[in-house]
């Protein structure tokens, strides 16, 4: 949504802005055609509607924040019973200790947590504190991985791949080469060759980061357990990056469904049923040191978020986990997951699509090639995205889903009616 001097407000893309950094030789290519330039006004469930009516069928969920559907009734009623007291940093409310109270409970690594506004904060604190806990500089992540807008998140991001972000240089992208030096960088699923880098490095590793599942790759059998096992034998800490798994996978997220439990975890987006907060915990003796009476140490790490853990995102969380806790949830995600997974395998082969579906549980991605096809207003030959294309025609047909380069990306909580929908206009 811009604001330029000649037109006013006026809107250019409908997803997302990040199509206008699609580094697809043209900016302007990502630009979407005036009719499908529309603004969401309303949602409730997994539906949408936008300024003019039209409905959409919503595989997005607000990028998966919103896994128990927009406006949920018990999450409403939570929020609108609760007085905005703003900062959870000024008084200690009651609907954060009680939410902290069900995530400890439910999270296999949690004995302490700490909330915060968002994922990106809370990966940001896990390796600040893996940092000051181990007395070490440098953080292992994977290849590919995504851990939120701060230095770590973005540094190296998606090297084999387009990146979504302009951001393939840690130096231009605001981020010091000393940040981007102590950062270590693996290849996801290659145990061997990441063993051979925690080995190089073992006395100047703080902590390896993963998303168990690492943007909809599932982990390969025995990788969780064996960064486990070395990370515990060269006392390096194991973080979890369950922002996108938390919840979903399963109620006590990746750690629950792998069974493999790390040291610190980070949360946010499903959490808040919609409203943003982000919670970072793991083991006592780690988390200690975020507590006031271990100030003056050397180190005591600061954990200040004005409205990480506020009362009105605190209270929403613990209706959306109230909803998730129920019965059946997660068997009844992971069959439509299947169904959907498996449905549209079928339309691609079928189709003679050349692409593949991966995921888990209700996440699934569809990831296709890249074509090089003619430029209509510069007659020039450009490489495109035929996820981009597939994701137009969707959307003309009132399924809605964020498309990411050579990947369409789909959230689900969804009933087998609308799964057939979207398999329906897929096809
Ligand atoms: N970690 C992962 C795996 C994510 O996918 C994201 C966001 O997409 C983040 C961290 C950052 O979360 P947020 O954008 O809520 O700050």
Request: glycine share 10%; hydrophobic share 40%; charged share 20%.
């Amino acid at each position: 949504f811009l604001y330029d001097n000649a037109r006013g407000p006026h809107v250019t893309s409908f997803v997302s802005r990040s199509f206008k950094v699609f580094p697809a030789g043209s900016n302007g290519e990502f630009d979407l055609p005036e009719d499908l330039a529309i603004v969401i006004s309303r949602g409730q469930g997994c539906e949408l509607w936008d300024t003019e009516g039209k409905h959409f069928y919503d595989f997005s969920l607000g990028w998966g924040s919103v896994l128990v559907g927009h406006a949920r009734e018990e999450v409403v009623e939570a929020v609108t019973r609760q007085a905005p007291l703003g900062s959870n940093f000024a008084y200690v409310n009651e609907q954060s200790l009680l939410l902290a109270e069900e995530i400890v409970r439910l999270s296999p690594a949690c004995e302490a947590l700490r909330f915060c506004a968002s994922g990106t904060e809370a990966t940001m604190y896990c390796q600040r504190l893996a940092r000051a806990f181990t007395k070490r500089p440098k953080i292992l992540k994977f290849e590919g991985a995504y851990h939120g807008a701060n230095e770590i998140g973005v540094t190296s991001l998606f090297p084999s791949d387009p990146p979504p972000f302009p951001t393939p240089d840690p130096t231009s992208a605001g981020i010091t080469r000393l940040v981007a030096d102590e950062v270590l960088i693996a290849p996801f699923n290659d145990l061997e060759q990441t063993a051979a880098i925690i080995e190089q490095y073992a006395d100047e590793l703080a902590g390896v980061i993963v998303e168990p599942l690492q943007r909809c790759v599932p982990p390969v059998e025995g990788f969780l357990e064996g960064l486990r096992e070395l990370t515990q034998r060269h006392n390096i800490l194991l973080l979890f990056d369950e922002v996108v798994t938390g919840f979903r996978l399963a109620y006590g997220g990746a750690q629950e469904y792998y069974g493999v439990v790390p040291d610190l975890v980070a949360y946010g987006k499903a959490l808040g049923g919609g409203y943003p907060i982000g919670a970072f915990g793991g083991r006592a003796d780690v988390m200690n040191i975020v507590r006031e009476d271990h100030l003056g140490q050397d180190d005591y790490v600061w954990v200040a978020s004005t409205l990480g853990g506020n009362p009105i995102s605190t209270a929403a969380a613990r209706a959306a986990l109230g909803v998730l806790s129920g019965e059946n949830v997660y068997p009844r995600l992971h069959a439509l997951g299947n169904y959907l997974r498996e449905g549209m395998r079928g339309v691609l082969e079928e189709r003679g699509v050349e692409g593949q579906v991966i995921g888990d549980g209700p996440l699934a991605q569809i990831v296709l090639t890249k074509e090089n096809v003619v430029d209509y207003r510069s007659s020039r030959h450009v490489d495109t995205y035929r996820a981009r294309h597939i994701m137009l025609g969707l959307f003309h047909r009132g399924i809605f889903l964020n498309p990411m380069g050579t990947k369409l990306y789909l959230s689900l909580a969804h009933d087998e009616n609308t799964c057939d929908e979207l398999l329906d206009c897929l096809d």
